[in-house]
């Protein structure tokens, strides 16, 4: 009994760090989310601080749909070991771009650090996001999050290796909310800290930082990406 919770909160704990992890480098690199969290943040009035957590809450709603139609839809992927070699492969190569692609563009100086500075836009842009019905930041990280194609391309396929590669499935709860858990847990822990940093007014992050810790997220999506698509072949069967 003992040893079954034991290796029970193993998988549980292994999951939850990988699935926070790759939620991480997800949601540090900037996008219209992010950008959207930081407007209603610093044009909040009380408790603008907590506005990344309602975005997020948001997000986290339209993802706990998508989880569900992806089990549902394609359980049928499961069963078919070519399926799941080609998507752990397509998974693994688009996380390796993406890694690749992030580290060639901080390198570069190519990756935007505007978003740490103050801008004097923000009144603008907050409007133009209310003339949008964005007002709720529940709503608006639904449909911010819907609006963004990549966020669309990554559970169509680095999401969905990840599910497949630890067996993520609506019998296996465990896996399934540990999985849940950690890439919310993620995304939840970086916008919460972007909502503080943009309401208080401290947004001059140190760029070198912020630039080293996209490297080391960078070089974990190429790990990672090269383990999802090697990894499907050591499977004879599922």
Not at 55 to 66: P, Q, S
Not at 115 to 124: A, I
Not at 190 to 218: D, P, Q
Request: with cysteine.
């Amino acid at each position: 009994m003992l040893n079954e919770f034991f290796n029970l909160f193993s998988t549980f704990w292994v999951i939850f760090s990988f699935s926070f992890l790759v939620a991480l480098t997800g949601a540090m690199a900037p996008g219209p989310l992010l950008t959207y969290t930081i407007i209603k943040s610093v044009n909040s009035g009380r408790r603008g601080y907590l506005i990344g957590a309602w975005v997020i809450l948001g997000h986290a709603l339209l993802e706990m749909v998508i989880v569900f139609f992806l089990l549902m839809g394609f359980s049928f992927v499961l069963k078919n070991m070519m399926v799941v070699r080609f998507i752990g492969i397509t998974g693994g190569i688009i996380l390796v771009w993406f890694g690749t692609s992030l580290i060639k563009d901080i390198t570069l100086g190519k990756i935007s650090t505007e978003f740490l500075k103050s801008s004097g836009n923000t009144e603008t842009d907050s409007n133009q996001y209310n003339t949008r019905g964005l007002e709720n930041p529940i709503v608006g990280g639904i449909i911010v999050s819907m609006s963004n194609p990549y966020w669309w391309v990554w559970w169509a396929t680095i999401g969905f290796a990840f599910m497949i590669q630890f067996d993520v499935s609506l019998k296996k709860w465990p896996e399934l909310i540990a999985f849940f858990l950690g890439h919310e847990a993620g995304d939840l822990l970086w916008y919460v800290i972007v909502s503080f940093l943009a309401f208080f007014g401290i947004r001059h992050l140190n760029r070198k930082t912020y630039y080293g810790i996209l490297v080391v997220c960078g070089i974990f999506m190429i790990l990672f990406g090269a383990y999802l698509g090697i990894s499907p072949f050591f499977k004879e069967k599922i």
